[in-house]
């Protein structure tokens, strides 16, 4: 099987920054797409930012040039620098990643639990 660990959200004041974290572990011969998305109350969850095994990036227009996603295939990781924080950026964060699975090889979409990140005005 598959997990999915995020880390990095908290309570932040306007204008500052956060990093997370997403490491995934378990049966994974090769992950294609790592992304974040998020969610605010009473909003449908949409993409923050997205990377392909290859590096190519894409962003939300509300988030260019103040978020940059990056991964480490070696270790199976993504992060999301956020910068410049604004109280819109307020959210359950999602790491979400498809992958092939190391024994059927079989491509999966898995989502982590969440983080909640919090910017004050």
């Known amino acids: 099987q598959v997990q999915l660990v995020e880390s990095g959200g908290g309570l932040v004041e306007s204008g500052g920054s956060l990093r997370l974290s997403c490491a995934a572990s378990?049966?994974?011969?090769?992950?294609?797409?790592m992304g974040w998305y998020r969610q605010a109350p009473g909003k449908q969850r949409e993409l923050v930012a997205a990377?392909?095994?290859?590096?190519?990036?894409n962003y939300a227009d509300s988030v260019k040039g103040r978020f940059t996603i990056s991964r480490d295939n070696a270790k199976n990781t993504v992060a999301l620098q956020m910068n410049s924080l604004k109280p819109e950026d307020t959210a359950v964060y999602y790491c979400?990643?498809?992958?092939?699975?190391?024994?059927?090889?079989?491509?999966?979409?898995?989502w982590g639990k969440g983080t909640l990140v919090t910017v004050s005005s």
């Open positions: 979400n990643v498809d992958l092939v699975l190391v024994d059927t090889y079989r491509g999966m979409g898995y």
């Open positions: 990377i392909t095994s290859g590096g190519s990036t």
């Open positions: 378990g049966s994974i011969f090769s992950i294609n797409y």
